[in-house]
Every structure is written in structure tokens, then in C-alpha cells.
């Protein structure tokens, strides 16, 4: 087998996988595509290579970027970009925290500034 068409497998295998996990039928999947089964199941399978708009097309309809139909295991890739997506909602969160702390530490600072002044002038 050469490059093109293990690519066009990978391509195939990460379509059918989107499409299960999206617990969407061959059927269903061909339907809102525009094809027949057969040839959404020859997609699938690596037997057709499918052109770039089906590519963008396919890739719209299960809510990935296309370049994720031709990484191997994209189910894998899917789990690992949400992952990333909720580390990056808890750095976010934990900045704005840190944010609110910073702010509590300068207040404090200022009214420790106020007192000592305030003494130092009272004695």
C-alpha cells in the first residue's frame, strides 16, 4: 500500500469514527451529505478518494477542521483538543482568581501604608 492510499484509509477510517461516535447511521450520515450509502460506505472504507469540498463538507457536518480527517486516530485527537479546551478554561479561570488576589493584596497594602503614615504622624 502506498502513502496516497493509506492516507486515503486514514481519511476514510477518522470519517467512519466521527460518524459512529456521533452515533449517526451510514444512512443518516449519506442523507445529510447528499449520497448514497455506498458511497459514503466507500468513503469510508478507502475504496474513493473524495474531493476537497466533501472533505469540507463532511468535516462541517461532524463540527472538526479538516486537517483532524487526516491525522490517524482522530478520536484520539478529539478528546486531546477537548482536554486542552477545559485546561484552558481553568487557566483562565484560575488568571481571573489570581487577578482578584492581586488586587486584595494591593488594597491591604494600601490601608497598611495609611495606618503607618497615620501613626508615624501621631507620635
Known amino acids: 500500500?502506498?502513502?496516497?492510499?493509506?492516507?486515503?484509509?486514514?481519511?476514510?477510517?477518522?470519517?467512519?469514527?466521527?460518524?459512529?461516535?456521533?452515533?449517526?447511521?451510514?444512512?443518516?450520515?449519506?442523507?445529510?451529505?447528499?449520497?448514497?450509502?455506498?458511497?459514503?460506505?466507500?468513503?469510508?472504507?478507502?475504496?474513493?478518494?473524495?474531493?476537497?469540498?466533501?472533505l469540507e463538507q463532511i468535516a462541517d457536518i461532524y463540527g472538526v477542521k479538516i486537517i483532524q480527517l487526516?491525522?490517524?486516530?482522530?478520536e484520539h485527537s478529539n478528546i486531546e483538543a477537548s482536554k486542552l479546551n477545559q485546561a484552558q478554561e481553568k487557566v483562565l479561570k484560575l488568571e481571573a482568581e489570581i487577578k482578584a488576589f492581586q488586587q486584595k493584596v494591593i488594597l491591604l497594602y494600601e490601608k497598611l501604608h495609611e495606618q503607618s503614615t497615620k501613626y508615624d504622624h501621631a507620635v
Do not use: C, F
Open 1 to 54: 500500500m502506498n502513502g496516497e492510499q493509506t492516507t486515503i484509509k486514514t481519511v476514510g477510517n477518522n470519517i467512519r469514527e466521527l460518524r459512529m461516535h456521533s452515533g449517526v447511521s451510514l444512512r443518516a450520515a449519506a442523507k445529510r451529505l447528499g449520497i448514497s450509502t455506498s458511497a459514503l460506505s466507500k468513503i469510508e472504507t478507502g475504496v474513493t478518494d473524495v474531493n476537497l469540498s466533501r
Open 70 to 74: 487526516w491525522i490517524p486516530n482522530v
